[in-house]
């Protein structure tokens, strides 16, 4: 019998292993049209807490669909699901998407640590609550949480709270120019200025431990206790407290609780950042030399702000923004 060389061979001698695809890996991906949208309100090892069109009445847990990878999802984010959305017990959903953030509020360990810690997404507001006693207020942690709000797209609102233990000092007079909301509470007051200042909006609320943020978003939202044991049943049953979590507001809207903060590190914004924040300010900064830090005086003599800032009467303003802009740089921070 003769031997078959390569010229007799065919495709049917072809042989295909069983159990192995032959068809290359296909780089298209479904468009999930059918993909319902929702916003996290919060995340839990692995597993991401969803409202339905905003809506907190329809909640629905979700994993991370593999074509996401490592994508970060945090509250606050907008997300298109799949599969059972449903919210029945023990069933999951799948976060195909994330939508283009609005706004971010982003922080670092430190001023040297490269790493961001985004820790809300499309928030509209960011209410800095501070005790005015008990603890003593700490301008230098307000003004390193204005610098976050204004380069992340949020409006800032002040929150003083401890009200019948101290009435607010000199201090309060620097923010003047910044035109800065300010809510006040004590001891037996309801929070209704607030309130008033968080319907129907996506707000997040920082303070440091002790300032009273625990209690008020309790008064804001009488069910929170129960939400809150709602939002431990993701996952193994708790929910932590290193991470947001966001409550439905009776009066509409969203406040996403953070959990108390020693420190916010600003390594992640730069000069340029803050000063495009207000408006005016960053077209005049393009005349400054280049690498102005814009503090002016011996740090930026040659800073374009201070000419500009006299020729339009906003001196006042400008002060203020340089407070800031210490306070990024770490110069002065209290």
Excluded at 41 to 48: C, E, I, P, S
Excluded at 62 to 76: I, N, Q, S
Excluded at 251 to 263: C, F, K, L, M
Excluded at 282 to 294: D, L, M, R, V, Y
Aim: aromatic content about 4%; proline content about 6%.
């Amino acid at each position: 019998m003769r031997k078959r060389g390569n010229r007799d061979l065919d495709e049917s001698d072809v042989r295909v292993r069983p159990g192995r695809g032959s068809r290359p890996r296909s780089k298209q991906r479904p468009k999930h049209s059918d993909a319902v949208r929702a916003m996290v309100v919060a995340v839990d090892r692995g597993r991401w807490t969803c409202a339905l069109s905003g809506d907190p009445a329809r909640i629905v847990v979700a994993m991370r669909a593999r074509e996401l990878g490592r994508t970060p999802v945090v509250v606050g984010d907008d997300v298109d699901l799949v599969g059972d959305t449903s919210g029945k017990p023990d069933t999951l959903a799948r976060m195909v998407r994330v939508h283009e953030r609005s706004s971010v509020l982003r922080r670092t360990a430190d001023d040297t640590d490269p790493y961001e810690r985004v820790v809300v997404a499309n928030a509209e507001q960011l209410v800095i609550v501070t005790a005015l006693a008990d603890p003593p207020p700490r301008t230098g942690f307000i003004d390193r949480c204005l610098v976050a709000a204004y380069a992340g797209g949020l409006r800032p609102v002040l929150c003083l709270t401890k009200s019948d233990l101290a009435e607010p000092g000199g201090w309060l007079a620097g923010y003047r120019a910044l035109d800065l909301p300010i809510a006040m509470t004590g001891l037996g007051d309801a929070p209704d200025q607030l309130r008033e200042m968080l319907s129907s909006r996506v707000s997040a609320l920082v303070g440091h431990s002790g300032v009273g943020k625990s209690t008020l978003v309790n008064e804001l939202v009488p069910a929170a206790a129960r939400a809150t044991a709602e939002v431990s049943g993701v996952g193994k049953g708790r929910h932590t407290s290193t991470s947001a979590v966001a409550l439905a507001l009776p009066e509409h809207g969203w406040v996403v609780d953070t959990p108390g903060i020693r420190s916010f590190g600003l390594a992640h914004v730069t000069a340029d950042d803050l000063v495009d924040a207000f408006e005016g300010f960053a077209e005049a900064a393009e005349e400054c030399p280049p690498n102005c830090g814009h503090l002016g005086g011996g740090d930026d003599p040659d800073c374009h702000l201070d000419s500009y800032a006299a020729e339009c009467g906003r001196t006042e303003q400008l002060g203020s923004l340089r407070r800031l802009l210490r306070s990024r740089a770490g110069v002065d921070d209290a």
